[in-house]
């Protein structure tokens, strides 16, 4: 599954269910597939930007550059 499609489905969640708050624990695997840093960057930035309500509280751990202000 693509990092975009998963971002897809990710924001589709919390958009049908109301979540407003996520963890992204874990997500450290995910850079072995060969996209590194680009790739946590990519889905993080994919589910905020599709999200119905930018009023998200996402994981405080990352870099500001990867968490857009909305």
């Known amino acids: 599954m693509a990092v975009d499609e998963i971002a ?3 924001s589709t ?3 049908d269910t109301g979540g407003r708050a996520t ?3 874990g997500l450290e695997p995910a850079g072995y597939n060969g996209w ?3 790739g946590f960057a ?3 930035n994919g589910v905020y930007r599709q999200l119905d ?3 998200f509280r996402g994981p405080r751990h990352l870099p ?3 968490a857009p202000s909305p």
């Open 8 to 10: 897809t489905r990710l």
């Open 13 to 15: 969640a919390y958009n």
């Open 23 to 25: 963890s992204y624990d």
């Open 36 to 38: 590194g840093g680009y």
């Open 42 to 44: 990519r889905l993080v």
């Open 53 to 55: 309500s930018k009023e």
């Open 64 to 66: 500001v550059e990867l």
